[in-house]
């Protein structure tokens, strides 16, 4: 199975800081990657699929990147909204599905 | 609009069953892969299982292979998941979430259903 590691775990950060979270796959997954936002007592929220694309609705300070094994997810400016917690997940060589152990971001 | 609703959860006994359901609407459902993720109390997400929109493909977590099915009524826009042999560690919240069209990320999640297995 494709196992990813996701960093850092968590973050604290200030409003309008760029916030900068890594997943990195097991083996090569080329762009099947996506990004998943999630608040508490919510269900996940779609943000970025295949690496870099970004999922209609979501606003455009959030941005994804890589390619094979190594994947950036970005806020370019956070926002007080965007306290989450955010997943990484591939869906290259099913089954199985697998998920990043989540970042969880905060506001300093 | 989309929508999907989970019904089903509660408290069971180890070693008891359960069935899930998700009901759907706001889409033709039977062009949708569809999905069964769920998360235990504070930890992060896992897949459980998938089944294609004509149920010809299937898929499960070595977690749940042999204990959960999975299965769907298209005619009545629903998806199921039939958990036996259940532990405490299958205590989660299940999400049923779609995936985009046959690609395998998850556009539109319910809004979750929480089994609890404790004797």
């Known amino acids: 199975d494709i196992q990813m590691t996701q960093s850092p775990s968590s973050l604290s950060a200030s409003v309008g800081d760029r916030v900068t979270i890594t997943c990195q796959a097991s083996q090569d997954i080329s762009n099947y990657l996506n990004w998943y936002q999630q608040k508490p007592g919510k269900a996940p929220k779609l943000l970025i699929y295949d690496a870099s694309n970004l999922e209609t609705g979501v606003p455009s300070r959030f941005s994804g990147s890589g390619s094979g094994t190594d994947f950036t997810f970005t806020i370019s400016s956070l926002q007080p909204e965007d306290i989450a917690t955010y997943y990484c997940?591939?869906?290259?060589?099913?089954?199985?599905?697998?998920f990043g152990g989540g970042t969880k971001v905060e506001i300093k | 609009e989309v929508q999907l609703v989970e019904s089903g959860g509660g408290l069971v006994k180890p070693g008891g069953s359960l069935r899930l359901s998700c009901a759907a609407s706001?889409?033709?459902?039977?062009?949708?892969?569809m999905n069964w993720v769920r998360q235990a109390p504070g930890k992060g997400l896992e897949w459980v299982s998938s089944?294609?929109?004509?149920?010809?493909?299937?898929y499960y977590a070595d977690s749940v292979k042999g204990r959960f099915t999975i299965s769907r009524d298209n005619a009545k826009n629903s998806l199921y998941l039939q958990m036996n042999s259940l532990r405490a560690e299958d205590t989660a919240v299940y999400y049923c979430?779609?995936?985009?069209?046959?690609?395998?990320?998850?556009?539109?999640w319910g809004q979750g259903t929480l089994v609890t297995v404790s004797s």
């Open positions: 089944i294609s929109s004509s149920s010809s493909y299937i």
């Open positions: 979430a779609r995936c985009y069209g046959d690609l395998y990320y998850f556009d539109y």
């Open positions: 706001g889409f033709t459902f039977s062009s949708y892969s």
């Open positions: 997940q591939q869906y290259d060589n099913l089954p199985p599905v697998t």
